[in-house]
């Protein structure tokens, strides 16, 4: 379930530094319109309803068609938000249970290979539909969200260590050793949505033991998480082995989530390690190694500075970024942050 995240422009990287000059500690709106909703869906928005993976060979995650729904809705675009939905559902909706497939590659014979779900794509469908059900009185959209979420509920929250674990999808991350989980994955706005909505004890216990782990897992000098890390105990948490110990392009989104849901002590060493650098008025690496103290040779992407920008109260990229990744990002964090 791995997406590769490519690193942009070092440039992208400067033209944050150099704001952070003009603007001192004063939070800037000066955006212009080339971060927009209909920029977006004109680069990215298949007619079909499918968002292009433009930087992975033109395929398509439930994560994109996600960020998709989410910015139709908050755009008001009703017509687009259908038409995502639409083809999410019956493209990648399972038919065992109310999650879907996490990858769509219109270059293979079978174009959905692999059933495995990606736990934040669902967790931001089942959110989004909620807010769309109520503001557009639509009870399909309740439905389908109540569904998810009881998916979610019952097969992806894992008891394990005296802990409720939220896993990263249904196969593949958890062995007698260790449960892997993704810190990226805790979307926040959304689990907090689900208490409130279903009034659900466990979903209480899955966020509450979810600020645990991400507080635990600050490795290394600079107190940073890993963009996966193993449990292997209550309070046993380190970087996933096998992977990088990398605060890198999955973690990015740890501090625009907890910016969005309002969990100060886990956006704390984040901001803190951005601030050091945009002090120095040196471009903000892609990703550092939290164990060898190593860095990206380049910077992070216009997405990556736009999350870092809404972080420290600077100005954003003012144009939209042609990878979807990067792109998506700047979208999210231009509403969330």
Not at 46 to 70: K, M
Not at 272 to 278: L, Q, S, T
Request: glycine share 10%.
């Amino acid at each position: 379930m791995a997406v590769d995240r490519r690193g942009l422009l070092v440039g992208a990287g400067l033209v944050l530094t150099a704001a952070c000059a003009r603007a001192g500690q004063g939070k800037s709106k000066d955006v212009t319109s080339g971060v927009d909703w209909q920029t977006f869906k004109a680069r990215f928005l298949d007619p079909s309803g499918r968002i292009v993976d433009n930087g992975n060979g033109g395929v398509s995650h439930s994560e994109g068609q996600s960020y998709g729904l989410a910015l139709a809705f908050w755009n008001d675009d009703r017509a687009a938000f259908d038409t995502i939905l639409g083809w999410t559902d019956r493209t990648l909706a399972r038919p065992d249970m109310a999650l879907y497939a996490w990858r769509y590659d219109p270059r293979q014979p079978n174009p959905v290979a692999d059933p495995n779900n990606a736990t934040d794509a669902d967790l931001v469908i089942a959110w989004i539909l909620a807010e769309a059900a109520r503001t557009w009185r639509n009870e399909a959209y309740a439905a389908r969200s109540k569904a998810i979420r009881s998916a979610i509920r019952h097969n992806l929250v894992l008891e394990r260590h005296g802990r409720h674990l939220l896993l990263p999808g249904i196969q593949g991350f958890v062995t007698a050793e260790a449960v892997t989980l993704n810190p990226s994955y805790y979307v926040w706005p959304a689990l907090d949505a689900f208490r409130r909505l279903d009034g659900d004890a466990a979903w209480g216990r899955v966020i509450g033991d979810g600020e645990a782990m991400l507080g635990a897992a600050r490795f290394g000098p600079l107190a940073l998480p890993t963009d996966w890390i193993d449990v292997t105990g209550h309070d046993a948490v380190s970087p996933a082995a096998g992977k990088p110990a990398r605060f890198g392009f999955d973690a990015v989104r740890v501090p625009l989530y907890a910016k969005a849901g309002r969990r100060e002590a886990l956006l704390a060493p984040i901001r803190d390690f951005w601030r050091g650098y945009v002090a120095q008025r040196q471009p903000i690496p892609a990703w550092v190694d939290v164990q060898s103290g190593e860095v990206a040779p380049y910077a992070l992407s216009a997405g990556g500075m736009a999350i870092a920008g809404g972080v420290l109260g600077l100005p954003a990229p003012t144009s939209l970024s042609a990878d979807y990744f990067a792109a998506s990002l700047q979208m999210l964090a231009g509403r969330l942050v």
